[in-house]
């Protein structure tokens, strides 16, 4: 566009449009980066109602980034980039009830940080806490207790700029349809710009985690292994068949700090980097590290023990160490014991005489394959929720759901070679048990097997993104790889072009609209 109309355009009214240009944009595990046109940062919904208007006018398409926490290329774009980091005030506290209202941009440690001051929490919350409230929503986001359901559950309401440039307000009692369909919106709908939010009163958590033979963690599975706490999460290492099992229960005990020793922290991290890096090199040391590495962090002997009390803003996060791609995937809670023998008999060649040995039906050799450590098991449960499911929620419906996460570490931005092979016969066993793909993670199944796997729900939502953006100004090349049919919309970005560079970085051509721009992300 004429920079003479563009600046026009922008002085029509006295609202700030706060936009930069020369920004580069990097997801948090610098696995995917983009260049967008212009990186805008609104600090009221006014703001954000018009670079909505200003795109349209422009048509150009737009895309939402908090921290950019997912690994994948959902938030790529050489278009107009939204982000929301001046966008985080907390706007009403109802202390009475517990009811928060805040703007979106705000990210999870913040708002963890507000809501103690006022003797409040978030009644779960997921392995990090950097993401924005929005983002975490918009993508399913979810932590590991059968007590509770994904974040999303804990909404009320919340209001969303569409691509008409108004705000809507949206809840199960008013506009349900686009409410629901907001609630795991994947960026395609509009932009989310309040949210009111269910809190309970603040609460420290005792915690223990356990080393032991996965063998006890399965015969535990249908007994005690899910219902013994409120928060239960699992780390499932399958080259040394142990697992730790990491429980929490509220407490009003006097905090305790966890037991630090010398390998902690920035020993510990640079030595399990460094082996890494190693392993691209020398694949068959992998099983040797799983058992040195986490021998050193969680003891070597079975039924070595950990344990500390910590408020729950701190007790249910973990460090994601380094850059990472993962695979996560939401199965029926009952069908967790079968993938995760099935898994180890692939990865270490089992033979029918061994006694872990499960015919595993995968069409793929793992003959010189691999793999990172652990794989990260966590449980919620939706099933009996009364608020209003998103019409892409992945969780079973008759049933608590399980989520196994198969990570790869990027040892100083490094693409491990196992990965194609190991996503491959991971999700090929998911999609057997009737699982479906984390929607912010690096999964590689297609589009027409997610039309199967959400049917309805599927087309519903796609109808009710119709509606509100019938121009596709929210919707880009990832959109329309894994959820969307029909012709090219007006506004839909489009990659046309991949050119690959050192450690799996690329510059694609992309085209928005009528024109088009160049990207840089792998």
Request: charged content about 20%; hydrophobic content about 35%.
């Amino acid at each position: 566009m004429d920079p003479a109309i563009f600046a026009r355009l922008i002085a029509e009214d006295n609202i700030p449009f706060r936009a930069t240009k020369n920004h580069v944009q990097s997801t948090w595990a610098r696995t995917f980066h983009s260049s967008p046109e212009l990186f805008i940062q609104p600090q009221s919904i006014t703001e954000v109602e018009k670079v909505i208007n200003l795109a349209r006018k422009c048509r150009r398409r737009i895309t939402t980034v908090g921290s950019g926490h997912s690994p994948s290329d959902l938030t790529c774009t050489s278009s107009w980039l939204v982000n929301l980091d001046n966008f985080n005030k907390i706007l009403h506290f109802d202390q009475e009830n517990r009811v928060v209202t805040m703007q979106s941009g705000i990210r999870l440690y913040a708002l963890s940080a507000e809501l103690d001051r006022y003797g409040l929490a978030m009644p779960n919350l997921g392995s990090i806490n950097h993401q924005s409230i929005a983002g975490a929503i918009s993508t399913g986001t979810h932590g590991s207790t059968l007590r509770h359901g994904i974040v999303s559950s804990s909404i009320i309401s919340l209001k969303i700029t569409l691509a008409n440039g108004k705000t809507k307000n949206c809840s199960a009692d008013e506009n349900p349809e686009l409410f629901r369909a907001a609630l795991i919106s994947l960026g395609a709908l509009g932009i989310i710009t309040e949210i009111t939010f269910q809190a309970v009163p603040a609460f420290a958590l005792s915690w223990k985690q356990v080393v032991d033979t996965d063998l006890k963690m399965f015969n535990a599975w249908n007994k005690e292994l899910w219902t013994q706490s409120e928060f239960v999460r699992v780390w499932w290492f399958p080259y040394t068949r142990r697992a730790v099992v990491w429980t929490a229960d509220k407490t009003e005990e006097t905090p305790k700090p966890p037991k630090g020793s010398y390998y902690d922290g920035w020993l510990g991290y640079q030595v399990y980097h460094n082996l890494l890096y190693l392993a691209q090199f020398v694949p068959k040391t992998l099983p040797w590290i799983e058992w040195f590495v986490f021998g050193m962090q969680y003891g070597f002997a079975n039924g070595s023990t950990t344990s500390a009390i910590q408020p729950s803003r701190d007790a249910l996060l973990m460090n994601c160490l380094y850059s990472q791609f993962v695979n996560e995937w939401a199965i029926p809670l009952s069908k967790g014991p079968e993938a995760l023998r099935r898994l180890s008999s692939w990865l270490n060649r089992l033979p029918p005489d061994d006694p872990d040995y499960m015919p595993h039906g995968i069409p793929f050799s793992a003959e010189k394959l691999y793999v990172h450590a652990p794989v990260e098991v966590r449980v919620t449960d939706s099933s009996k929720s009364k608020t209003p499911r998103p019409y892409l929620e992945p969780t079973s419906t008759d049933e608590p759901t399980l989520y196994l996460n198969a990570t790869l570490y990027r040892p100083y931005n490094s693409d491990p070679p196992c990965m194609e092979r190991y996503y491959q016969g991971f999700e090929y066993l998911m999609k057997e048990l009737g699982g479906r793909p984390h929607w912010a993670k690096n999964f590689q199944t297609t589009g027409k097997e997610i039309d199967t796997m959400y049917g309805k729900d599927l087309e519903e939502w796609r109808d009710i993104r119709t509606e509100h953006d019938p121009e596709g100004m929210f919707v880009g090349d990832w959109h329309r790889r894994y959820i969307l049919h029909g012709p090219r919309l007006a506004l839909e970005e489009v990659e046309v072009e991949r050119t690959n560079f050192r450690k799996g970085v690329s510059c694609p051509r992309i085209i928005a609209g009528d024109d088009i721009f160049l990207a840089l992300h792998p």
